[in-house]
Structures are given as structure tokens and as C-alpha cells.
């Protein structure tokens, strides 16, 4: 078993030293932080702002002697901050996953070592593996990295301490964030591994990630009436549930391909999950955390089947060492 697993640690051990001294994709992850603590800050000032208001008008009342329980208690969410942060890993997320990707295949065909490695006493899929499980290792450090540092960024600016269950789904969120940016390691790792030449296979790579990370959630998005209008446009006509359910039938065939356009985007999926997880939609603020995992158990297995997908794909196909050293 030992000699199995060992070639697959020693070639992920080398990988991840390498990815360490590539700065650009620290870089990257730099940026990554930088953007999601910027829109973090101006959403938590607001929130620390709503509360000293709420703080303030509770202490007037007090002070006249009247009964501050005439207030309601504001139920405040401190996770649904993480709205620019959970929408920069989307973007931002997606193309370090593709660059750590392309970086693993690069690093070997443009030293001409691929074609060394693969003539070695070492299975393919060792290779493969050891590669896969260093691209992973360096998203996971990335992400929770990112994740403690929008955890702490809400407790500090906002003022509002997460409990346990806000723990936890930061937790189930950070865990669909790396298999989402799993999936376009595995993108970038395959298109670099398998295309003639290497700037082909990035171009192919950002091609598929404009399409569906830019592209189709923006078009799903555009073709929904319900997002042209502040509040929805039910919401602001003040139509009854029966009502709408009537009105959706008749636009049913629109509606299908309408969200079909969107559920092609595994950052639609994500985004999905996140913001029910996290309680950025108002729909699920203040729910219990199961009900929502149920709800949104297929967006998580959309996740899982695109990167098992193009895990299958990687792992199938026999590597080619006399066209992959042609460069």
C-alpha cells in the first residue's frame, strides 16, 4: 500500500513547493482577500451603523422612563455580509482553480520533464493524482484562509459575534467553494495536459469560464422579470401566491429555458447554495440550517458531478508523452 501511495505524496509534495513560489498566484489570492474585505467592510459598516441606530433609539426611550420592549428586537444577520465576498470567490475563485490547473501541467511540459515522469516505474494515474491532490491542498489553504479571515472581518467591523451555526455554515460553504473551484482546476489541469499548445488550452479554458461564470448566470438573471424591479415585480404589484402561480403557468415554457440557461452555470449552482446556506436571500434568513440543506441538496450535487465529470476525464484518457513533449 505504502509504495502505492508514496509516488502520489512525493509528486503532490513537489507540486505545492513549486505553486508556493509561483507569486502570481499568490498574487491572485491576495486580490482575492483584498476584494471580498473591501465589499465586506462597506456591508458591515452598514450593519454596525443599523445597529447603534437601533441601540440609540432603545437608550431615548429608556431615558424618558417609557418601556424600550415597545421596540421590537431587529434581527440582525451578520452572514448575509458575505454577499460580495461569496460573489468575488465565484469570479475571482474560478480563475485561480483554472491557473493552478494549467500551472500543474505547464510546469512539466515546459521543462520537457513530462515525458521523463510517465517513462519512470510510476503509474499514470499516480501522476494524475498526486498532481490532483496538490491542486487541492492549495485551493483548500486558499479558501480557508479567505473564509477566517470574512469571518473575523464580520466580527471585528460589524461587531456582531457568529455563533455556532453561523460556524458551521461557513463551513458548508467554504466546502461547495472548493469543489467548485476544484472543477476548474480540473479544467485548466485538463486542457493544458491535452492541447497541442499551451496557449490554446488557456484561451480554451477562459473560454469556457466567460461562458459560464460571466455569461449564462448574467442572461439567466436578465431574462427574470422578478430582478428588473426592486423587490420583485409581484412583490411590487402586490399580487397574491395563487395569483402568481397562475401567471407562471402561462409563461411556463419561457420560464424553463430561462433557468434552464442559468443551472448550465455550475457558478449558478454555487451561488444557489451559498446564498440559502448563508442566508443572503431573504427567503431563507433566520431558517434552520437542515431544511435549506434538503432544499438545496441538488445544487451541491451539481457541483459534485461536474468535477467528478471531468475528474473521470482526466483519469480515462492515456497520457501521450511523445505528443505532449512537442512543443
Partial sequence: MRDLVQPVLTIAGKDIRDAVKDRFIILMTAFLLLASLVAL????????????T??????????????ASTIPDPAFYPLKLLRGFVEHVEIIGAIIGILIGYRAAA?????????LIVTRPIAQWQFLAGKVLAGTAIISAGLVLA???????????SGVILSPDDVGRLAIVMSAAGLYALA?????????????KLPNALLLA????????????????TLD??????GGVFKQLQIAKPQQLEILQSFSTYETIRNGIEVASPTKHFERLSFAVLGIKDTYAGQPLMPILAEKASDLVWLLAIALALGLLLFV?????NRLSKE
Fill in 184 to 196: 476548474f482546476f480540473l479544467l485548466g489541469f485538463v486542457t493544458a495536459l491535452w492541447a497541442k
Fill in 206 to 221: 477562459f473560454t469556457v469560464w466567460l461562458s459560464f461564470v460571466l455569461i449564462a448566470p448574467q442572461i439567466g438573471d
Fill in 54 to 67: 437601533y441601540a440609540e433609539a432603545k437608550a431615548g426611550l429608556i431615558a424618558l422612563g417609557k418601556d
Fill in 41 to 52: 467592510a462597506v456591508a458591515a459598516i452598514a450593519l454596525k451603523a443599523d445597529i447603534a
Fill in 147 to 157: 473564509f477566517v479571515v470574512a469571518g473575523t472581518a464580520v466580527i471585528l467591523i
Fill in 107 to 115: 510546469s512539466e511540459r515546459g521543462r520537457q520533464t513530462l515525458a
Fill in 317 to 321: 484518457r492515456r497520457l501521450d508523452p
Fill in 225 to 230: 422579470p422578478d430582478n428588473q424591479v426592486a
